[in-house]
């Protein structure tokens, strides 16, 4: 796994921890298909944005991991988008503590419609954040964390 960006929890953790309890938290994650030399690979897109006072602007912290592509169904990646789901529940729990009682969400760029390709992972996504997180995440179209902000972290990288 080689990281483009990674985000520093402890700077994360030092930003929240100064920011009102009325600031919103939200965690987004989205993943590309890159080839290098000849070979797929997967870049995870994970970012947390804290919304100062949930009305005052925002902090932007994104983290970009490349690990090589073993999805064998290009229509239906399952499998890359459950790591998605896998990565982005493992950041929002090394910072729960830190989040005391500020609203959080997690954002998933899965569209519940069969006609896309990442229809195929949302009843399992969902059911994954609702029990490791406790949180009811975020889809399509009202995912702007996933769909817009991670993108935008992936082309800073």
């Known amino acids: 796994?080689?990281?483009?960006?990674?985000?520093?929890?402890?700077?994360?953790r030092e930003y929240i921890k100064n920011t009102s309890p009325e600031s919103k938290i939200y965690f987004g994650a989205d993943s590309e298909r890159v080839q290098v030399d000849n070979v797929w690979h997967v870049d995870y897109l994970l970012c947390v944005i804290v919304h100062i006072d949930?009305?005052?602007?925002?902090?932007?912290?994104?983290?970009?991991?490349?690990?090589?592509?073993?999805?064998?169904?290009?229509?239906?990646?399952?499998?890359?988008?459950?790591?998605?789901?896998?990565?982005?529940?493992?950041?929002y729990l090394k910072l729960a503590d830190d989040l005391e009682d500020r609203e959080a969400s997690i954002h998933l760029d899965l569209n519940p419609k069969a006609i896309h390709g990442s229809s195929c992972a949302v009843s399992e996504a969902v059911g994954y954040i609702r029990g490791v997180c406790g949180l009811e995440p975020v889809i399509k179209p009202h995912s702007w964390c996933a769909s817009n902000v991670a993108d935008a972290v992936k082309r800073l990288c």
């Open 1 to 12: 796994m080689t990281k483009l960006i990674q985000i520093d929890l402890d700077e994360v």
């Open 54 to 91: 949930g009305n005052h602007g925002a902090k932007i912290f994104g983290h970009v991991d490349r690990e090589r592509d073993y999805d064998k169904n290009l229509d239906r990646p399952k499998l890359r988008l459950m790591t998605e789901v896998f990565k982005i529940a493992e950041l």
